[in-house]
C-alpha cells in the first residue's frame, strides 16, 4: 500500500468507528481532495461529516476548534501545509494553547492533516517545510510519519488524542513509498518514540519525512562502497520528541548526522543537535553534523534550483563519508 493509501484507509477506518468523526477542508468532499485521499467519503459518510470549505484557511481551523469543544472529533484539511500561514493565529493561540487557558476544562481533540515538503516540482507556495514553526509550540504534537505502517498507527492515535495533532504527509512518499500496513482496525503507535529504520555501528544518521528515505538510501551505497555501516533513526514525532532514544543512538556510535529538508539554520534539526551536544558528549568521536536546505526562502520551481535545494542521496552519503573518516 502507498503512503497516500494509508492516510485514505485509515481515516475511512476511523470514521466507520466512530460517528464523531468529521472531515472539513477545501475540496475535501465532492472531489475528494487535491490527492483523492477524501474519494468516496462523501457517499458513504454523508455531508454532515464531510465537508467542503470556503478557501479559508483561518475558519477551517477555528469551526474546527469550536466543533472539537463541542464533542466532536474533527480533521481539519489544509490542502498544502504552505497555506497554514492564515491559520497560524487559531493554532497557536488557541486549538494549542485551550487546555491551558481553560485550567483543563477544555481539550481539542482535533487533527490537522498537512501536506507538507518540496521535491514534486510544486515550487514556493506547494513546496514549504513548516515543521519547526509548530514543534516550537507546548500545547500541539506535531508528528511525520513516513511509512505506511507509521502513517495507520500515529495517524489513529492522533485521531483518537484528546489535544490538538498536527499531522504532516510529506508529498514526495504519497505515492513513491509503499509497504505492509496492518489491517487491525484498533492498531496504533504511541505518538513521541522514535523508531529505528536500520541498524548500523560506525554513525548515526536522524531523519523524518523524504529524507528518511534519502538517508536509507545513501546508507547502502555507504555499506556498499565503503563498508560504512550507518544507524538510521526515523524521529518521526518531533514533539514530543523521543530524547531517550536520539541521545542513546548517539552513544552507540559517537558519530552523529542529522538531515532534513528545512532551512538549515533554526530547523528541527538543530534541535536535535543541541540534544546530542548537550547530552551526549563524553560519547562523541567528532562533531555533530547536519544537513538542511541553503538559505532561501522557497523551494524553486525548476527543476535543476529544485535538485539544487534538496538533500539527495549523493550529498548525504558524501557527508556520511567526511563523517566516518573522523
Known amino acids: 500500500m502507498s503512503n497516500v493509501q494509508a492516510v485514505s484507509e485509515t481515516l475511512r477506518s476511523e470514521f466507520r468507528r466512530d460517528e464523531r468523526y468529521i472531515i ?112 516550537h509550540v507546548p500545547g500541539l504534537k506535531v508528528v511525520v510519519p513516513s511509512t505506511p505502517r507509521d502513517i495507520a498507527g500515529m495517524l489513529r492515535s492522533a485521531m483518537r488524542d484528546p489535544d490538538p495533532v498536527i499531522f504532516l504527509e510529506h508529498k514526495a512518499t504519497y505515492r513513491a513509498v509503499k509497504g505492509d500496513m496492518p489491517d487491525d482496525p484498533d492498531f496504533t503507535i504511541p505518538l513521541g518514540p522514535a523508531d529505528v529504520k536500520r541498524e548500523g ?56 548526522l542529522v538531515v532534513y529538508e528545512d532551512n538549515r539554520l533554526f530547523g528541527a534539526g538543530a534541535e536535535i543537535c543541541a540534544i546530542i551536544a548537550e547530552q551526549a558528549f563524553e560519547s562523541l568521536d567528532a562533531p555533530v553534523m547536519r544537513i538542511g536546505g541553503p538559505e532561501a526562502p522557497a523551494t524553486p520551481f525548476a527543476k535543476a534550483l529544485e535538485d539544487a535545494f534538496m538533500p539527495n542521496p549523493t550529498t548525504i552519503a558524501a557527508a556520511m563519508r567526511q563523517l566516518a573518516r573522523y
Open 24 to 135: 472539513l477542508g477545501e475540496d475535501v468532499a465532492k472531489r475528494g481532495g487535491v490527492f483523492r485521499v477524501t474519494e468516496g467519503f462523501l457517499a458513504e459518510f454523508g455531508a454532515s461529516r464531510v465537508i467542503d470549505t470556503p478557501l479559508a484557511e483561518a475558519a477551517i481551523v477555528g469551526v474546527a476548534i469550536g466543533a472539537a469543544v463541542g464533542g466532536l472529533r474533527p480533521v481539519a484539511e489544509i490542502q498544502f501545509a504552505d497555506f497554514s500561514a492564515p491559520a497560524f493565529e487559531q493554532i497557536v493561540d488557541e486549538a494549542a494553547r485551550m487546555r491551558y487557558r481553560s485550567n483543563n476544562a477544555f481539550g481539542v481533540p482535533l487533527v490537522i492533516r498537512m501536506p507538507w515538503g518540496a521535491g514534486v516540482h510544486g515550487a514556493l507556495y506547494h513546496s514549504q517545510s513548516v515543521e519547526a514553526f509548530y514543534a
Open 201 to 256: 555501528t560506525d554513525i548515526t544518521v536522524y531523519a523524518y519525512g523524504w529524507m528518511l528515505h534519502q538517508c536509507l538510501k545513501a546508507a547502502e551505497t555507504l555499506q556498499a562502497d565503503d563498508g560504512v555501516s550507518v544507524h538510521v533513526i526515523d524521529v518521526r514525532s518531533l514533539r514530543p520528541l523521543d530524547v531517550d532514544a536520539i541521545v542513546e543512538a548517539a552513544k552507540k556510535t559517537g558519530k552523529c
